[in-house]
């Protein structure tokens, strides 16, 4: 009965969709193996095929096919775009555009483009990184 109640905030269409979820909350799965390997994690929203497919992380956030796809333990990713935050596996990166990879073990970045190769610093705008730019001319003058 307790865990109908768990498994009942969740929302899932499509073949294999949140397909592993034993004790996770609020999560929604929209696509055929979306959030398919999701056991525990909560808020996860995956709309596309294989979106957020290896996520157990949570808080993220994939919005077209094969979106974070191997996000793994990353939270409060968002990457909208197909195939966007496909290297993404840290913490609060942010991919916009079709094939928009991000980087492997980045932090707090933002990525906005259209299939942007996937080495660091290649991205067509980096907000993050312009940032850190900003405060550290900031503490110079």
Do not use: W
Not at 73 to 93: H, K, M, Q, R, S
Request: overall charge negative; proline content about 1%; charged content about 15%.
């Amino acid at each position: 009965m307790v865990r109908q109640r768990i498994i009942s905030k969740n929302h899932a269409v499509g073949e294999n969709a949140l397909s592993s979820n034993t004790t996770g909350n609020y999560n929604c799965a929209f696509g055929d193996y979306a959030l398919s390997q999701n056991t525990d994690s909560t808020y996860d929203n995956a709309f596309g095929l294989n979106a957020l497919y290896s996520a157990i992380g949570f808080g993220n956030n994939g919005f077209g096919s094969e979106t974070l796809m191997f996000v793994g333990l990353g939270i409060e990713n968002t990457a909208i775009g197909d195939f966007a935050g496909d290297n993404v596996d840290g913490d609060y990166n942010i991919c916009i555009g079709a094939g928009v990879g991000g980087n492997s073990g980045e932090n707090n970045a933002i990525h906005i483009g259209d299939h942007l190769p996937d080495d660091p610093g290649a991205s067509a705008c980096s907000l993050a990184e312009l940032m850190v730019r900003r405060r550290l001319a900031a503490r110079l003058f």
